[in-house]
């Protein structure tokens, strides 16, 4: 077993904590001194994703990492899935630590909360940060059923593997290693940039029934995603986009579409999982943008 506690015995300075906000119980871990920075994984990660960043950005801000409700050690409930619901749980945490405004930053599902966060509490918000993915709007609608041959890019089936109803846990319980490993084979350039002891921390995370039911929530919840979206006024907090070559461009056009005060940084040489691949690369640019 890979318990929280085991996996912080590597990070120095860093601690678990639990809190309990909008009707549930949200896992994070907190650790460093100045500005609070929340920072939230995407899937099929945990808050071991920023491991390799924490120790750096810690050095500069009051580093908050949360396990979203349904991942990792937080509680997954039946639902609330929605990325306005999951930004809500973000707001009533930040007020619990007594803060009234934080730097948050999102990769992948946690992009999307991030991105509410800001939409919908543009008052506890300092600045944003995007990593490698938009927030749901009409546009997923025109992503492609099929493969399309010729074109470079790796076609995201698990999009609507994951709008499935009960079929992903009954298939997967148990077994979920197989779909990890497949999708970090997939969108990692480096495959050595992830370890088989970081695949092993997500397989455990995901692998019951309880943990793909979830997490699969998150997708089922971009119907209501996509109208919240239509709903918001654009976004005037600065913001910084960090996407690889792959997504750089789609990112540039959600951000500027949604948002007022954007700046773009490009990852080269490296797949969605960022943080794995390019982490001095990216906190980098994260300190930068936060001055």
Sequence with gaps: MYSDQKLLQTLSGFVNKSAEVNGIRLHFVEGGEGEPLILIPGWPETWWAYHKVMPLLSAKYKVIVVDLRGMGSSEKPLGGYEKKNMAKDIYELIHLLNYEKVHIGGHDIGAHVAFSFAANYPEATNKLIIL?????????YQLPMLPIPGLNYTYPWWLAFNQV??????????????VIDWVFNALLKNQNSLTAFDKAVYSQAYDSPEGIRS??????????????????????????????????????????????????????DSGHFLLSEKPQEVAALIMAFLG
């Design 132 to 140: 490698d993915t938009p927030h749901p709007d009409e546009s997923m």
């Design 215 to 268: 997490s699969n929530g998150w997708y089922q919840a971009f119907g209501q995603d996509i109208q919240d979206m239509k709903t918001y006024n654009k976004i005037s907090n600065p913001i910084v986009g960090i996407a690889c070559g792959n997504s750089y461009e789609m990112l540039k056009s959600s951000l500027t579409k949604f948002a007022t005060s954007v700046s773009m940084e490009q990852i080269e």
């Design 165 to 178: 109803r009960e079929l992903p846990e009954a298939l997967l319980a148990g077994r979920m290693n197989i």
